[in-house]
Nanobody, 119 residues
Framework: QLQLVESGGGLVQPGGSLRLSCAASANTFSLYVMGWYRQAPGKQRELVAQITSGGSTNYADSVKGRFTISRDNAKNTVYLQMNSLKPDDTAVYYC?????????????WGQGTQVTVSS
């Protein structure tokens, strides 16, 4: 069982930046494809970005060039650097872990962290 705990959400103005972190409980972290999803009110949960243990990445078109996913296997942590934030980025952001090729279906989820982009 892998437990995931997100942090770093909050309120930010349009054009601002936030960095989300997700800490995993198990030392098997490096075996998983890690990812970030988001869910806005009234909408389905959608993929934001994923990253393999080796650093290959997959991004949603809506965040390419603005968001960067990274991971530190020694710290069992995955990050999401979000720049040039827009009101449409407002959502609950969930960390995920899975196996297989992109787009990787999650096996585990975090509890979510709220990101609100508003002036």
């Amino acid at each position: 069982q892998l437990q995931l705990v997100e942090s770093g959400g909050g309120l930010v103005q349009p054009g601002g930046s936030l960095r989300l972190s997700c800490a995993a409980s198990a030392n098997t972290f490096s075996l998983y494809v890690m990812g970030w999803y988001r869910q806005a009110p009234g909408k389905q949960r959608e993929l934001v970005a994923q990253i393999t243990s080796g650093g290959s990445t997959n991004y949603a078109d809506s965040v390419k060039g603005r968001f960067t996913i990274s991971r530190d296997n020694a710290k069992n942590t995955v990050y999401l650097q979000m720049n040039s934030l827009k009101p449409d980025d407002t959502a609950v952001y969930y960390c995920s872990a899975g196996v297989g090729r992109f787009p990787t279906s999650p096996l585990y989820w975090g509890q979510g962290t709220q990101v609100t982009v508003s002036s």
